[in-house]
């Protein structure tokens, strides 16, 4: 790496001692902990390549299963009786909605967002109304379509709808499709996606991923590729094909870091 000896206090200085602190105690030498932290941060960034795959390709299967069960748009934020969701991933269908206009609102023009007015206020818009509220009122006019208010939600929605709370609502009368092998499980794919939430939620926030931590997302991952929406369950279906050689260059990574660190370890 391209960082001089008169680099490292600085380094040392925007990444924090508690950031490095445990690979500076481990290897005695600031420059190997920064090399070793940025290491770990390429290899995580091998594997969130993969889980942002898996993550889009679970959104999309059970977005166009839930659309075929309930048949109507809108699904999201209005499901057909009697099936209702709970509070919490109604919330989110909800806050998505939000978002979604926002960022549609974000894109007009001056005059299309003036031009909303007439929508909000059909008999005038009110005395000292606040701007902040008068964007609120324009936006809930904003029409848009059902892929960008789901674009919106995150895996934590996507992986709450295999849990136990959904079992009889979901699993039973359509998304077990989602995982077509009769043998799999409810709960087993719930657990794969819960340890595949888990790893993606750390890297998102760049903490290190390895060891147990990554062998445990790997299996997962590779337990959804290899099951997800797919005639045949195997090493071979379409996704775990297109993932392949990327899940084999993060393990790759991921090894060359451990044996680093396990040499340190040994000779310290």
Avoid at 131 to 154: F, L, M, P, S, Y
């Amino acid at each position: 790496m391209a960082f001089s000896e008169e680099d490292i206090p600085h380094i040392l200085t925007l990444f924090s001692a508690e950031r490095l602190g445990r690979l500076s105690q481990l290897t005695g030498s600031s420059r190997a902990a920064i090399e070793l932290h940025q290491e770990t941060l390429i290899a995580g960034a091998a594997l969130m390549s993969v889980i942002a795959t898996v993550e889009i390709a679970v959104r999309n299967a059970v977005c166009d299963n839930l659309s075929q069960h309930f048949g109507v748009p809108n699904w999201l934020i209005a499901p057909p009786p009697p099936f209702s969701w709970r509070a919490p991933e109604r919330d989110k269908g909800t806050k998505a909605l939000e978002s979604a206009r926002r960022a549609e609102y974000a894109k007009l023009t001056q005059a299309e967002k003036t031009a909303l007015d007439g929508l909000a206020y059909p008999n005038g818009r009110p005395p000292n109304l606040s701007h902040i509220q008068r964007v609120k009122d324009r936006r809930k006019h904003i029409q848009v379509t059902d892929g960008k208010v789901i674009a919106e939600i995150t895996l934590h929605f996507w992986k709450r709808l295999y849990g136990p709370d959904y079992e009889h609502s979901l699993w039973r009368p359509t998304l077990k499709r989602t995982f077509p092998d009769k043998s799999v499980k409810r709960s087993t794919v719930a657990d794969h996606l819960e340890n595949i939430y888990q790893a993606r939620n750390r890297l998102a926030h760049h903490e290190p991923v390895l060891h147990a931590r990554f062998a445990e997302a790997v299996a997962s991952v590779k337990y959804v590729t290899e099951q997800l929406a797919a005639p045949q369950s195997g090493p071979n279906t379409p996704l775990a094909n297109l993932l392949a050689d990327q899940i084999a260059e993060a393990e790759r990574l991921a090894n060359l870091l451990h044996d680093r660190l396990a040499a340190y370890k040994q000779n310290p």
